[in-house]
């Protein structure tokens, strides 16, 4: 197995893991979360269209939900803005930890 640097000169990815407020919150949010959340969608799917974020969405994991994205930097600096700069991070919606990876993408 190979890592990504064949595929991918210069890029990094890392793994981001979103943790909600509630474990229920994907299904009692309030109007004003569900409005952040909406934001927070349509942030990364900007990021998406730029070419940043590969994947992301929910994981209805029982007893632990969570977010989780996979994204694709050119260094990482760029991971700590990326998150600061979520609406549901700001408004405190959710935290997010992130992991660097060590990406196999298809040829």
Not at 14 to 32: K, Y
Not at 37 to 55: C, E, F, K, P, S
């Amino acid at each position: 197995m190979s890592d990504n640097t064949a595929s991918n000169p210069g890029k990094m990815h890392f793994m981001l893991w979103s943790m909600p407020p509630r474990s229920t919150f994907h299904q009692d949010m309030t109007v004003e979360e569900r409005k952040i959340m909406q934001q927070h969608i349509a942030y990364w799917t900007d990021r998406q269209n730029q070419g940043i974020a590969l994947v992301f969405g929910p994981v209805l994991k029982p007893n632990d939900p969570h977010g989780l994205a996979i994204i694709e930097v050119e260094n990482a600096d760029q991971v700590p803005q990326l998150i600061a700069e979520d609406p549901a991070v700001i408004a405190g919606v959710m935290t997010m930890d992130y992991y660097q990876m060590m990406a196999v993408l298809p040829k």
